[in-house]
């Protein structure tokens, strides 16, 4: 079985998601798919005699070889030439199964004023894609997709890759948090940036640091609250790490910040890849959404705020954090011990090989 896997990601510019696409090709190819990745080249304008961005993908520069019997896009939003580009594969090859991987859906809630002409093809002309694709692969619930069956699966990474992290100092009652993202309105930091000032002017005792890793839209916002509310010492931004340098700021973390706005793109069930990360460093986590296998009752590692414009309480930060780890009374386990549990649990439900399931069944089953 040949695969080939389109997708319009920039490698530099999205470096975490590119990680990913080449953790699924991995997954592929261990269970016996050849997996090759090729990425569309994409130009970006504006509509004539308009402010509108548009966005062209070359899906006519896109070459299908006959033995390829399976094409999975990473879902660019619908065009005319992307409709187009199917109708092509599906006449020269009836037999070649289409599978679109949507990675956040419903996805509404991130458009903004500047892209509503992409916004508006996109409407128009995935109406269409029930006639060229076989099945959408979802993070969400949702059963059916622009008419189109789905494959449910969560998002996984490859846990050989993701190491725990080395310093697990039980000494410590300071309280150290990480946020690792690309820095967009739903992340919504400013949440717990105004929490943590609200928290030092009701003369909080505690040391509460927060470490803020990547950039992006709203990185300059965030610099501002925190030099406004005079946080400097507390909040520390560290721009775009990766490797051995990111690794270093884990080691110092205790618990992984997911996104806090996500109720902005009304979205209310997440899959983050950044979950699956953080977890398997061991960390601890809080976010205000929930977060598909971390969201169980039986789940105690993770805390869930309200889905809302209220600061985050950081008091329930501190209990939360010390309720884990015992601060202040005799522990029944070392924070190693924690570390390594939410790992392995972690690792049961969201190894590449165990979240690509659902697909590798379906082409086994249906590709001849």
């Not at 896997?5 to 080449?22: A, F, H, P, Q, T």
Request: glycine share 6%; net charge positive; with cysteine.
């Amino acid at each position: 079985m040949k695969l080939l896997y389109i997708v319009s990601v920039n490698r530099k510019r999205d470096l975490g998601i590119w990680k990913k696409i080449e953790t699924q090709l991995e997954a592929f190819g261990d269970y016996g798919i050849q997996a090759k990745c090729e990425r569309i080249n994409v130009h970006e304008g504006q509509l004539l005699g308009s402010k509108l961005k548009t966005v062209k993908y070359e899906w006519d520069k896109i070459k299908i070889k006959d033995d390829v019997n399976v094409l999975y896009i990473r879902y660019p939003k619908a065009s005319f030439e992307l409709i187009i580009f199917l109708k092509r594969v599906k006449k020269r090859n009836p037999n070649c199964k289409v599978l679109i991987e949507i990675p956040t859906y419903p996805y509404a809630g991130e458009r903004t004023t500047e892209n509503s002409y992409i916004d508006i093809c996109d409407k128009l002309f995935r109406k269409m894609l029930k006639n060229y694709v076989d099945r959408i692969v979802t993070f969400s619930n949702d059963k059916v997709i622009f008419g189109i069956k789905t494959i449910r699966i969560n998002n996984g990474i490859n846990f050989s890759e993701n190491l725990l992290k080395e310093n697990l100092n039980d000494s410590s009652k300071d309280i150290h948090m990480i946020a690792v993202a690309t820095m967009k309105s739903w992340h919504g930091y400013e949440r717990l940036i105004i929490g943590i000032s609200d928290y030092y002017k009701e003369n909080g005792k505690r040391n509460v640091f927060l470490h803020m890793v990547g950039t992006g839209p709203e990185l300059i916002k965030y610099q501002q609250l925190v030099s406004k509310n005079k946080l400097k010492d507390k909040i520390i931004f560290y721009g775009k790490k990766e490797g051995k340098e990111l690794d270093s700021i884990f080691n110092t973390c205790d618990i992984g910040v997911l996104s806090l706005g996500n109720h902005r793109k009304n979205l209310f069930l997440t899959s983050e890849l950044k979950s699956r990360e953080y977890a398997a460093k061991g960390l601890l986590m809080i976010g205000s959404c929930k977060c598909d296998v971390f969201s169980s009752r039986k789940y105690p590692y993770f805390y869930l705020f309200p889905s809302s414009e209220c600061h985050i309480d950081v008091q329930k930060i501190i209990d939360f954090y010390d309720k884990i780890f015992k601060i202040g009374t005799q522990r029944e386990k070392t924070k190693k011990e924690i570390a390594m549990k939410i790992r392995e649990y972690a690792e049961k439900k969201c190894d590449i090989h165990i979240t690509m399931q659902p697909v590798i069944k379906y082409l086994k089953n249906n590709v001849k």
